[in-house]
């Protein structure tokens, strides 16, 4: 359907809510059905859903614009981008009057990656990857579906310079996506795979159900999870699942390489031992010593 053409009114920053217009309606509360959760604040739902409509795509939108892709009136849309603006969260240029991301937003990133501690755990070893290997080293956790990338050391054969902190990628095609997805019980694999949105990225991906299953269980059997062109041509990616002391996994170490430098074969051979001995190391610090046995029983 097509998007209701707004009837005439004041400009986006001379606009008044609450004139008594049929558009001026508070729109439902979409989320508190969606959610049925009444601890459930919606204003802040919203405030974080304004946030994340800027990405690649619009780095910079009007208010009109705000309100659309959210799914708000223009009422509630000036108030929050408002509020977000007072809070410095949002810029508006005073010419153009649309509005955009400011560096405060990356705050919450920036106190979250000093205050996780998976990341301070595994830095000595992700440098020592990238001191020994020469390789990009990544760690990522599964967020849902994706992965998510916390940490990144690229090298200096790196193909894929677009790929930085705080990237999501698609965890069915990506080796700690499989690596991860590996050390879960079947029930929980098969939800979060019926939940994905599953398609080919490459001739080599790997997507249909079937394959899918079987690959995570053979990456069980390995210990490790590989990814050959699966998501970018050239890209040739191995990783181990980091997991807590239950068995869970909570992360992933991947190095990954050139096609050009390396077959899969080698890249397999020569790198699946790193990840692995580095994901158990980092799976095991903070955990008590096993007890030690008795020499003479």
Not at 183 to 203: A, F, G, S
Not at 226 to 233: D, L, P, V
Not at 278 to 286: E, H, K, L, R
Request: aromatic content about 6%.
């Amino acid at each position: 359907m097509a998007p209701r053409r707004p009837s005439p009114r004041p400009s986006d920053t001379e606009f008044t809510p609450g004139d008594g217009s049929a558009g001026d309606a508070p729109v439902k509360e979409e989320g508190t059905a969606r959610t049925g959760d009444p601890l459930m604040v919606m204003s802040v739902e919203k405030a974080f859903r304004v946030l994340n409509a800027f990405d690649a795509a619009r780095p910079a939108m009007s208010l009109t614009q705000i309100a659309s892709i959210v799914g708000m009136d223009k009422s509630a849309a000036q108030r929050f981008t408002h509020t977000l603006e007072k809070l410095g969260y949002l810029r508006k240029d005073p010419e153009t009057k649309r509005f955009e991301l400011t560096v405060k937003t990356l705050d919450l990133g920036h106190h979250y990656m000093r205050g996780n501690g998976l990341l301070e755990r595994s830095m000595p070893y992700l440098m020592h990857l990238s001191k020994t290997t020469e390789e990009t080293i990544n760690l990522t956790e599964l967020d849902d579906t994706e992965i998510v990338f916390v940490s990144r050391f690229m090298s200096r054969h790196v193909l894929n310079t677009d790929v930085v902190i705080g990237m999501r990628m698609p965890a069915y095609c990506t080796a700690p996506g499989i690596a991860m997805l590996s050390r879960m019980p079947i029930e929980e694999v098969c939800d979060r795979l019926d939940r994905m949105d599953l398609h080919p990225y490459t001739p080599n991906t790997t997507w249909q159900r079937e394959d899918l299953l079987a690959k995570i269980e053979r990456s069980a059997g390995l210990g490790y999870a590989t990814a050959f062109e699966e998501y970018y041509h050239g890209d040739l990616s191995i990783a181990a699942a980091i997991v807590n002391p239950a068995g869970a996994p909570i992360g992933a170490i991947n190095i990954a390489v050139s096609r050009s430098r390396f077959t899969p074969q080698e890249a397999e051979e020569r790198f699946a031992p790193l990840v692995v001995a580095a994901a158990a190391s980092i799976s095991t610090i903070g955990r008590p010593p096993p007890p030690r046995k008795n020499a003479r029983g």
